[in-house]
């Protein structure tokens, strides 16, 4: 039997140590990077925040109030060429979205086409299990296909397969985590994970080595853990349920003893599967939940808290820029 005996820890076993500052004001702190991707030579400004590609999340309505802010929104993979055209004419801007894949034959020809057709930077390559070898093919024929495109692939959650779909897939930006989502059972499920702030210092110091960035995708409860996952080296955060329950977010609103929620859930879950395939294949069981998210109105007040709470962070620990966070951050080990 093998064990890792070193503890892994979660965003819940730390809180950032607080420094010396010269910093009086939040408005003193810089939230934009500008970064510069070297395999797919393409240049990138914002904040490096962004909303999952879930089909409760990752929307036209979301992407609209997000990138006004410079915040990414990756669309389902469910949007067809129909949708991206009638989108596009509404607005797009091709720094503020990617488009979402599988690796099946039929999601490269699909991938293809929208691509052909509209101005396209981003694309996530998205399956649930990264450790497949056909994952890092389907990037190398991605890459081989768009070598100027931005490539993102995950999800992994250990260093030798970040490398891997870095040098051999020739990905620009690794998704990082297993089973730390809201409403994702994985862990459950399966007995497989990493605990997300452990994952995230691991497959991030493998991508800073090979020329690669990585996003800390999943387990954010609150703004603090947005930052915490840039203390431990996260170049981009993908956010889910704290994105949810929304007007901007698709679905009714439900109401039971005068309080009122919408659903949120998982790509995994029954309620997706049966929405987007009819049933759940008799070879799996569902990985994701279904979840009611109180209502929380504009989502536009959520971006905002969660933007000064990374600024209140930087402040703290005298970070003038949201870049800086991972060199200015002293986590402490808590007994929760």
């Known amino acids: 039997m093998k064990i890792e005996e070193d503890i892994k820890l979660d965003y819940s076993d730390v809180l950032i140590r607080p420094k010396r500052s010269t910093l009086s004001s939040r408005n003193e702190v810089k939230l934009e990077r500008n970064i510069e991707f070297p395999i ?9 925040i962004i909303a999952a590609n879930m089909d409760t999340i990752g929307t036209y309505d979301v992407y609209k109030v997000l990138s006004a802010y410079k915040i990414i929104t990756a669309f389902n993979k469910f949007y067809d060429l129909n949708d991206y055209k009638s989108m596009e004419k509404e607005g797009l801007d091709p720094n503020y979205f990617m488009i979402s894949t599988g690796i099946t034959q039929k999601d490269y020809d699909k991938l293809i086409i929208i691509c052909d057709a509209i101005n396209v930077k981003f694309i996530c390559i998205d399956v649930a299990n990264g450790y497949m070898e056909q994952l ?4 190398r024929r991605v890459r081989d296909k768009f070598p100027d495109k931005i490539i993102v692939a995950g999800n992994v959650v250990t260093r030798e397969i970040t490398e891997q779909l870095i040098l051999r897939g020739r990905v620009d930006i690794v998704k990082v985590g297993i089973g730390p989502g809201s409403a ?13 702030l452990s994952a995230i210092s691991e497959c991030a110091d493998a991508a800073h080595g090979t ?51 919408k659903l949120f859930y ?32 504009p989502l536009s007040e959520t971006v905002m808290d969660i933007l000064g709470g990374i600024r209140s962070t930087c402040t703290y620990i005298n970070a003038n820029q949201i870049k800086h966070i991972a060199k200015c951050c002293t986590f402490v080990r808590v007994n929760r």
């Open 136 to 139: 890092v093919d389907f990037c």
């Open 211 to 261: 020329n690669g960035f990585i996003i800390g995708d999943g387990g954010i409860t609150c703004p603090g853990d947005v930052s915490k996952g840039y203390g431990a080296g996260a170049d981009f955060i993908m956010i889910g349920g704290q994105f949810s329950g929304h007007d901007e977010n698709p679905g009714d609103i439900i109401e039971e003893n005068g309080t009122k929620y």
């Open 184 to 196: 994702c059972t994985t862990r459950l499920k399966t007995g497989v994970g990493m605990p997300q």
């Open 266 to 297: 998982g790509m995994s879950s029954d309620t997706a599967m049966k929405k987007h395939y009819g049933s759940v294949a008799s070879y799996r069981s569902s990985e994701g939940k279904t979840v009611r998210i109180k209502y929380k109105g």
């Open 40 to 48: 797919s030579k393409q240049k990138w400004y914002g904040i490096p």
